[in-house]
């Protein structure tokens, strides 16, 4: 069992539109961390959230902790085909990332 | 200022062989930790190296091993390769001195085909 669950697996959508995907466990963390891979890269840490409720913005990436500290969304105001990658979340334990098997969004012209 | 560096880029391997991967971590970073990708998936942690040695371990078998040199340069090892460790090798590094949230740099990763 993932300890992480994002969803949706796949998102496709048109430049302009909006999007938000999301993370999600059964488990207390103390943070999060969000992260984009592009094909052929490695990840790319975005943002890390640590307090319940927070909400960190990152140009048109709004990234939200739940209050619970067990889930988490990255929403996407105006994608852009920039904006095409695998997104990531991830659990630093003591060191070692747990990540969860990603949300691939493709943003078309 | 290069980030993480890792090489070979790509490579083919028979089934059977063994695989040497090489990291440099970025400028400033002692701590290197190595993942497998493979695709369609999320990265799974191998295991983690700091002062050239092994401080933490996945759930991955001994045919996995590594190695950290003294200038925090780093190698994974793979022995009698299986088609199933055909993937995208990750390497990671930071800091050994940061606050526990501190996000880590990767490379762009060595794509392992087995044959």
């Known amino acids: 069992t993932q300890l992480l669950e994002q969803s949706p697996q796949f998102l496709s959508i048109q430049e302009g539109e909006n999007l938000t995907v999301y993370c999600n466990s059964s488990s207390v963390f103390s943070s999060l961390q969000w992260y984009r891979q592009e094909p052929g890269e490695g990840p790319v840490l975005l943002v890390t959230?640590?307090?319940?409720?927070e909400v960190k913005k990152l140009k048109r990436l709004t990234f939200q902790f739940g209050d619970a500290r067990k889930d988490s969304s990255l929403h996407i105001t105006a994608a852009q085909t920039g904006d095409t990658g695998l997104y990531l979340c991830a659990r630093d334990s003591w060191g070692k990332l747990q990540f969860g098997a990603g949300t691939q969004v493709v943003v078309t012209p | 200022d290069a980030g993480v560096t890792q090489s070979p880029t790509h490579l083919i391997k028979t089934r059977g062989q063994q695989v040497t991967l090489r990291c440099s971590p970025k400028s400033g970073h002692d701590t290197v930790s190595w993942y497998q990708q493979a695709l369609g998936q999320g990265p799974q942690f191998i295991f983690q190296?700091?002062?050239?040695?092994?401080?933490q371990r996945g759930n991955f078998p001994d045919r996995f091993s590594g190695h950290q040199f003294p200038n925090y340069s780093s190698e994974l090892n793979v022995n009698a390769l299986l088609l199933g460790d055909s993937a995208l090798y990750l390497c990671a590094s930071r800091p050994s001195q940061t606050r526990t949230n501190y996000g880590y740099t990767f490379g762009s990763g060595t794509r392992l085909t087995v044959v």
């Open positions: 190296y700091y002062e050239e040695e092994e401080r």
């Open positions: 959230v640590v307090t319940g409720g």
